[in-house]
């Protein structure tokens, strides 16, 4: 079945639907049992007389509860957590040059795509906001069969070898004698593991940053992380790396910020993502390709075939070649965001692998993986996981087959079925391994091209702002504060100073401790008789000492689409006020909710009656991303009095959010913390200090409030203007 075209309702995998139900649309339908007997009563059980035992030959009973009793079935061993999404991909820079893949050629075609976030190290009702790393993983659904491109929102990862994948993974889950704690990083096991291991510094240096907590999933970059192959028409191949590029930036929130979230709103990435689909503000990120021709493999300090690297964009730009478009919501969430089945080894004609340790151990996990969780080889029939393309081969049988291979041929080569199915030729798109050449021994070694685990660490941590490395300091004072073992943190320590010893330093004064004169290096993967300093990296033209694409200081800043942001108020506000900045941030796209003492409707001070979308009750200031205070006495009364209100703008502050006041409305922010901060400029003027804005013009307030919260946040009032929430 070919793509759907461009123009026509949104692509979709319409196989999914075969089996769906509509129990919206179910209209004058009977309840029957699973074997379509209909039933009269499925809220009483089978009982001996009113009063009397239940009956064993209850049959409508014992299905009803033995479906029930196994309606759960294993969560993935990693990123068991997760939301997922459909959408489409569309080309607008063919690929031809470099590779054969279909859907890499046509600009024409649009291909359905099915998109599942994650978090790695919690369980499946585990908070959104755990500092961790996130899945990505799209599944392309290509005329040409599936494409699975399986990453996270960092370019890198904590091993280069996939054996060491159990090990890195069991660190970081739950200690297991007591289960504790869940989706965090920070307790012994994990820092014991990373301090010995230190190929996972870079990663580390990623995990403690901001990118650890996204603000919301359509806010992350992505990334293939591997260095694969591209080969195109002519058999002539290049490496590539693959990165998703948010059109709405790249943004996070604080760290005390994620903690209180997830008490308020475990599922709030969740419930952004659905949010976001449902109100008609589709995801979308550009497609991206950084290109190394073949001849150049060994031109950089580091390994291409080292996953714990990165190529900088400043060396290598990425080429944006397409759009991706999130536009539906799951149906059901067991059927497609439970169900789906990624698999790093879902490849098609022009896409190939490398030899990365780390990617080559991923091909045996991911299927092995499917057969626990799924229960069997069949998970391809599954119909999310099902190509559009058509299947055919000689597989049969198993746990949960659903296709009925019809004839008595069930091999190749067979004449009983007239030879079918044919083996695709290389004219026929059948897909052919690139014919790298291999002349070795076999050995269990990392290469020493390896053995360089400090450099790309220490450049990640040079390119951050300001306030980024302050939230790393942060993260690893709270990381190692909680870790029990005193010689983790020392061993921690001695792994940081060689990635900066001002960050060392800074960790240490934290934690009490002081680093040792003479910190060995410690990198495991060495051999032991080796002097270290013999595997640093040889500089090469064009190293860098900062790249500054790896900020996210440097993001986009230049819109407010999606954005949420509360309007406090009470009975007696002014409804002119509220309504001119209400408009004005619906205008750019924004979501508004008006949050008072108590739900229904507020009195404006010229007697409107306004709806209230939410109670001071049931929100925080740390689900949204700025707040506007409207003027009018009562209003202004009534708020200043309500400590949830105080206590909202004081945590908004804290969080270098941007709060507006318009009016008499500068009153209540002189209840709060921060007062003394404010700009002591009361005349009419509008006056913005550090997201600040405070004025009698609602209309010029709105002006700047717009320009502040697409700054996202004024983190630069964060160290020296710190107050409590
Ligand atoms: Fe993995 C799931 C990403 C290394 C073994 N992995 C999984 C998912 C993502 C990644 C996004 C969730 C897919 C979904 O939403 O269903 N994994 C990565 C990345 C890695 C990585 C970016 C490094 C570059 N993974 C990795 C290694 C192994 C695995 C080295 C084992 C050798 N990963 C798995 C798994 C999972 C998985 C156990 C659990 C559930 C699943 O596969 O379907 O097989």
Known sequence: MPNKKAGTEPA????????????????????????GVRINDDQNSLKAGPRGATLLEDFIFREKMTHFDHERIPERIVHARGSAAHGVFKLFKPLGEFTKAGFLNDTEIETPVFVRFSTVAGSRGSSDLARDVRGFAVKFYTQEGNFDLVGNNMPVFFIQDSIKFPDV???????????????????????????QNTESTHMIMWAMSDRALPRSFRMMEGFG???????????????????????????????????NISGKDADFHRRDLYDAIENGDFPEWEFGVQIVPEEDEHKYEFDLLDPTKLIPEELVPVMRIGKMTLNRNPDNFFAETE???????????????????????????????QLSRLGGPNFHEIPINRPIAPVHNNQRDGIHRMTINKGKSSYNPNTTGGGCPFQAGKMDGGFTSYAEKIDANKIRERSPSFFDHFSQATLFFNSQSDPEKNHMVDALRFELGKVETEAIRLRMLMVLNQVDKGLAAQVAYGLGMHIPETPELINLSIPADADPLSYQPVKKEGSLTESPALSMANTIKDSIRTRKIAILAADG???????????????????VDVIAPRLGTITGATSTQIT??????????????????????NSVATLEAEADAIHFLNEAYKHCKAIAATGDALQVLEATYFAKKLPEDNSDATVMREGVIIGTDAGNVAKQFIAAIAQHRFWEREKPRKIPA
């Not at 002539?236 to 604080?254: D, N, Q, R, Y």
């Not at 022009?350 to 780390?358: E, K, M, S, Y």
């Not at 109670?615 to 200031?621: D, G, Q």
Request: aromatic share 10%; with cysteine; charged share 20%.
């Open 12 to 35: 979709d995998n319409e196989k999914i639907k075969d089996l769906s139900i509509n129990t919206e649309t179910a209209d004058g339908q009977f309840m029957t049992t699973n074997h």
């Open 169 to 195: 993974i069991h660190a970081v889950k739950p200690e297991p004698h007591n289960e504790i704690p869940q989706a965090a990083s920070a307790h012994d096991t994990f820092w014991d593991f990373v301090s």
């Open 225 to 259: 992380v591997h260095t694969f192959r591209l080969v195109n028409a002519e058999g002539v191949a290049c490496f590539v790396k693959f990165h998703w590029k948010p059109l709405l930036g790249v943004h996070s929130v604080a760290w005390d910020e994620a903690q």
């Open 339 to 369: 169900q789906v089945a990624f698999h790093i080894g879902h490849i098609v004609p022009g896409i190939d692998f490398t030899n990365d340790p780390l990617l080559q151990g991923r091909l045996f996990s991911y299927t092995d993986t």
């Open 573 to 591: 506000v002014m409804e002119a006020e509220l309504t001119t900045v209400k408009n004005s941030l619906l205008a750019q796209g924004a979501m």
């Open 612 to 633: 209230v979308d939410k109670s001071l009750l049931t929100v925080a200031s740390v689900l949204y991303d700025a707040v506007y205070v409207p003027g009018g006495a």
